[in-house]
Structure formats: C-alpha cells, structure tokens
T-cell receptor
Framework: AQKVTQAQTEISVVEKEDVTLDCVYE???????LFWYKQPPSGELVFLIR??????QNEISGRYSWNFQKSTSSFNFTITASQVVDSAVYFC?????????????FGGGTRLMVKP | GAGVSQSPSNKVTEKGKDVELRCDPI?????LYWYRQSLGQGLEFLIY????????KSGLPSDRFSAERTGGSVSTLTIQRTQQEDSAVYLC??????????FGPGTRLTVL
C-alpha cells in the first residue's frame, strides 16, 4: 500500500534562513505522482508542485526548490531565504494511477514557523 | 476563473442530527474528491466522482456517510445521525481526471 512520511512535525527558523522539509514515500507502482501543498492559517490547501515518477529533474520556482530522488524514495522541499509569510503547514502527497481516480495519500504534514 | 467553493464554511450541529455539506467544483472539472482532515487521522480520502459516478465508496468511514453528484457539477456529502467523532474539516477538491487536484476552503463541522 502507498504511504507518505513527513518525519518533521514542526520546524522553527528565523527569517532568511534556508529550510528543507523532508518527504519519503512508499509505492509499488512505477507510474505515480508526487505533490506538495501548503496550508496557511486560513486553512485552504494551496497547490505548489506536481512531479511524475519519470521526471527526476530538480525544479526551482523562485525561493522554492524540490529535489526528487527515486533511489531513496524522497521528494524534499527547500525554501531559500525564508519569510514570515512562509509560515504554514506543508503536506507532501502521492497519487498512484491505478488508485481510486488518482486519490491523494498525504503525509502527516510539517508545520513551519518562520520568526522575524 | 472561480476556484472550488464549499458551503457552509462552518457547521455546528447536535449529536444525532443529519448534515449536508456542499461542494461546487471548478467549472469543467470532471473529477471531484472529498477528503476529511481531523487531528487524530490527518488528511484522509473519502470518495471521488468521475462525472456523476462514484466507482469506489470504500473510503467512506461508515454507512452514515453518503455522497452524490448531479449534472457533473455540484456534490453533496451527507452525514446521518452525526457523532462527535465526525467533527473535522471536510475538504473538497476537483480536477481533470488524473490531473492536479485543487482544493476548496473546507467546511468545519463540529458535533456537540
């Protein structure tokens, strides 16, 4: 069965520090998708990135970057020069193409607190 | 364009009452999903629709939960005879099937 683990439940950093959020997944499928979502205090889940299992290229979007390594089943997320507005709960998720309409299996989330 | 909308945003009910939660997906999205977020269970999948059909209902926690979707658009999640353990945030998402899911703001349900 599929599983997503976010071992860090809470991280606290000071503004401008870099921070990496870890995500490890388990799947038997060869075709799958990985996601990161942000949940700010308002509660809405905001989509950040989607990666398919055949594309291991790292991706950078502004201060955000993602490192996908199939060899270690990890999909880590780094925020460079963190800002107070980055404070939120971040969820890593997995979808397998054979599962219930590509339903998402979420990790437990990592609460990031960025202090001024 | 407009995102996923859900109503009500908050619902407080008494144990044993029935509640209906509504989801309006992004226009044109064929797939619609319901998830539940609670302190003890995290984010868990409940059910999905492709068009008006729900091929797999095994994620629903009990037979008190049901859902329907009409016209390939609006969906309603109904919880009968609510229990305190049903208290959670119910999240709806929509997508083109197999594509990225976009979430609504959720309905916070409190069962007293």
């Amino acid at each position: 069965a599929q599983k997503v683990t976010q071992a860090q439940t809470e991280i606290s950093v000071v503004e401008k520090e870099d921070v990496t959020l870890d995500c490890v997944y388990e799947t038997r499928d060869t075709t799958y998708y990985l996601f990161w979502y942000k949940q700010p205090p308002s509660g809405e889940l905001v989509f950040l990135i989607r990666r398919n299992s055949f594309d291991e290229q790292n991706e950078i979007s502004g201060r955000y970057s993602w490192n996908f390594q199939k060899s270690t089943s990890s999909f880590n997320f780094t925020i460079t020069a963190s800002q107070v507005v980055d404070s939120a709960v971040y969820f890593c998720a997995l979808s397998e193409t054979h599962n219930a309409g590509n339903m998402l299996t979420f990790g437990g989330g990592t609460r990031l607190m960025v202090k001024p | 364009g407009a995102g996923v909308s859900q109503s009500p945003s908050n619902k407080v009910t008494e144990k044993g009452k029935d509640v209906e939660l509504r989801c309006d997906p992004i226009s044109g999205h064929t797939a619609l999903y319901w998830y539940r977020q609670s302190l003890g269970q995290g984010l868990e999948f409940l059910i999905y629709f492709q068009g008006n059909s729900a091929p797999d209902k095994s994620g629903l926690p009990s037979d008190r939960f049901s859902a329907e979707r009409t016209g390939g658009s609006v969906s309603t999640l109904t919880i009968q005879r609510t229990q305190q353990e049903d208290s959670a945030v119910y999240l709806c998402a929509s997508s083109w099937l197999g594509d990225t899911q976009y979430f609504g703001p959720g309905t916070r349900l409190t069962v007293l």
